[in-house]
């Protein structure tokens, strides 16, 4: 006498989905802001209420969606960025996955607004708790403008497990820093209840963006960096050793545009500056990292902060030598007057 196995609901699944996709506000600010990114937007707005629990919207000018399309995006397992099994090991884009729509929309209510290049007529879809609740034509703007209202309105334990709003908003920054360090030819603003938290001009200038970011006086005590090897291409900035903060969180590692939390690149990193950096203090540092795609498994977390590299011993020692080479070059000189 067994039991009864069923296949659960597509909300249902949408639902579980949800909950290691979009764990708080910034999950979902990260994962439209990188539909954004990955519809080619050269601009992306996003206006926050309440830390996102009230209001995240981002609009983007990027390729839109198709009005025939449209439904198809709030699909599970539907996306345009991936066909096969090669593409998955091939990943060109943020999102690949066609987990973020459908995740969002079981457990908010959602407005999105799309338009393609040169359509007559853009469209409009209103989703909540993953119920369609109007489709109809919109204006031929082209690009995407998505509204996310009552986050977790159907999901009240993940509501209740919330920070405070300065912890969320926070979150919120952060995510989308990193997405700007990674992106500086995009020109990104960030408004907290009509209030202008960050923006970058996205005229490709890093330094720039670290500048908007951390202030231009730290942008000022940073230096640049490059190097390479067979299969890795590192170029960025990194903070002069005196200039020092208490823990990681200032040190950005961006793999083929993409943030990720990985220990052992930050200790390599912060063992190239080796006696220079004191005890207990960190760098700040932004370095974008690129490598072919195929070395790089980034379908090992849902929210992808972690990736498998392969060769990462190899990126390890070229990270290291980058940065212990970049101040025996820019310390030479004023070192030597110092002592005269
Ligand atoms: P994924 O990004 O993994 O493909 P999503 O659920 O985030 O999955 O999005 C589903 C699909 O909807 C995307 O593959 C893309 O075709 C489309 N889409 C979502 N957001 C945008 C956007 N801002 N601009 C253009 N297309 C978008
Ligand atoms: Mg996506």
């Not at 063992?271 to 070395?295: C, H, N, W």
């Amino acid at each position: 006498m067994g039991q009864d196995i069923i296949e659960l609901s597509e909300t249902l699944a949408n639902q579980i989905a949800a909950g290691e996709v979009i764990e708080r506000p910034a999950s979902v600010v990260k994962e439209l802001v990188e539909n954004a990114i990955d519809a080619g937007a050269t601009k992306v707005d996003i206006l926050i209420e309440a830390a996102g629990i009230q209001l995240i919207q981002v609009i983007d000018d990027g390729q839109g969606i198709r009005a025939d399309q449209l439904e198809r995006a709030f699909l599970r397992h539907a996306t345009s960025k991936i066909k096969t099994k090669q593409d998955l090991f091939q990943i060109h884009s943020l999102g690949f996955r066609g987990e973020a729509l459908p995740s969002i929309a079981s457990v908010a209510d959602v407005f999105l607004e799309t338009a393609v290049a040169n359509a007559e007529s853009g469209a409009m879809l209103h989703i909540r708790g993953n119920q369609i609740l109007e489709q109809k034509g919109a204006e031929a703007r082209k690009g995407t403008n998505i509204t996310v209202r009552d986050l977790f309105f159907n999901t009240p334990a993940r509501l209740k497990y919330l920070k405070s709003q300065t912890t969320e908003l926070a979150k919120i920054v952060d995510i989308i820093n990193r997405l700007a360090f990674s992106y500086p030819e995009i020109s990104f603003n960030l408004v907290h209840n009509k209030k202008r938290l960050m923006q970058t001009v996205g005229n490709g200038n890093l330094q720039q963006v670290i500048g908007a970011i951390y202030g231009v006086e730290v942008a000022r005590d940073m230096v640049t960096v490059t190097a390479a090897d067979t299969d890795f291409k590192v170029q960025g900035w990194i903070a002069k050793p005196e200039l020092t903060r208490s823990n990681r969180s200032y040190i950005s590692l961006l793999i083929n545009g993409r943030y990720v939390r990985n220990f052992n690149l930050a200790k390599a990193l912060v063992k190239g500056y080796g006696t220079r950096l004191m005890v207990g203090r960190f760098p700040l540092a932004v370095l974008q990292i690129e490598l072919d795609p195929s070395l790089v498994d980034v379908n090992v977390h849902p929210q992808k902060f972690e990736v498998r590299i392969s060769k990462e011993n190899q990126l390890l020692t070229l990270l290291e030598k980058m940065v212990s080479e970049a101040f025996n070059q820019v310390n030479l000189i004023p070192n030597a007057t110092e002592h005269l």
